[in-house]
C-alpha cells in the first residue's frame, strides 16, 4: 500500500468486489477507477463510506453515483483515449474525473451552481487540465465545442433530449439512464445520421434538473 494514499487499497477492493467481478471488462477503465480517490469527493464524515456499494448523497438532493454505475457508463462509451466528452450534470465531479483519465478531454455542465464550483475546485486541484466547466441548463448541452465524440447524462429525463443528437458527432455514443419512475440505461448510436436506441439495465437515478 501506498503510504501516501491510505485509500489505494480499499480502491482496490472495491475494483476487484464492485466492478471486476460483475463484467466490467475495459482495462482503461479499470485502471481509472483504481486511480481516481472518491473520497477526496464526498464530504469527510462519509469518507470511511466512499468505497462502498453504493451512491452518497452530496447536497442540493444530489449523489455520487454507485461506483459499480460510474464505470458501467464509462464503459458503454467505448472511450480509447482520443475522444471529446460532453458529460451533463457535473455533480461531484467523481465521474468527470473518471472520464477525464480516459477521455482526450471532457465538457461538463451542472446547473446547481454551488456544486459546480465545488467539483471544479476539487478537479483543478486534482491538476487535471482536460476538463472544460460550464454552468448551465444540460438540456441545451455545450454548443460552442460541438459536435462531441460522446454524450454522457448522469441524472435521468424521463426522455432523451432529442436536441443534443445534433451535438453527436457521426459515429459518436451517447449513454443516458431514461425514465420516470422506471428507469433504463439507455445507449444511443448515431450512424449515417439516425439514431440507434440500445435499451440496458434498470437503475435508479436524481431527476435530470
Not at 200 to 207: A, D, M, N, R, Y
Request: charged share 25%.
Amino acid at each position: 500500500m501506498n503510504i501516501t494514499d491510505p485509500y489505494e487499497t480499499l480502491r482496490e477492493w472495491m475494483v476487484e468486489t464492485q466492478i471486476h467481478s460483475r463484467g466490467i471488462r475495459d482495462p482503461r477503465v479499470l485502471a481509472a477507477m483504481r486511480k481516481v480517490p472518491r473520497h477526496e469527493f464526498v464530504s469527510f464524515s462519509q469518507g470511511s463510506s466512499s468505497y462502498s456499494d453504493g451512491p452518497l448523497p452530496i447536497g442540493k438532493g444530489q449523489t455520487i453515483s454507485q461506483p459499480y454505475i460510474v464505470a458501467y457508463m464509462t464503459e458503454l462509451l467505448e472511450l480509447r483515449g482520443v475522444e471529446t466528452v460532453l458529460e451533463l450534470g457535473t455533480g461531484c465531479g467523481y465521474q468527470t474525473a473518471v472520464l477525464a483519465e480516459i477521455a482526450a478531454h471532457v465538457y461538463t455542465v451542472e446547473v446547481i451552481e454551488v456544486l459546480a464550483l465545488d467539483a471544479e475546485a476539487i478537479l483543478k486541484r486534482m491538476r487535471y487540465d482536460n476538463i472544460s466547466y460550464k454552468i448551465g441548463n444540460g438540456r441545451n448541452g455545450w454548443e460552442e465545442y460541438a459536435p462531441y465524440d460522446r454524450i454522457m447524462l448522469t441524472a435521468a429525463p424521463s426522455q432523451f433530449p432529442k436536441n443534443l443528437f445534433d451535438q453527436l458527432l457521426e459515429g459518436g455514443i451517447a449513454v443516458a439512464p431514461v425514465g420516470d419512475y422506471f428507469q433504463r440505461m439507455v445507449r444511443y448510436r448515431k450512424e449515417k445520421g439516425k439514431i440507434k436506441e440500445e435499451t440496458l439495465i434498470g437503475v435508479s437515478f436524481v431527476p435530470f434538473v
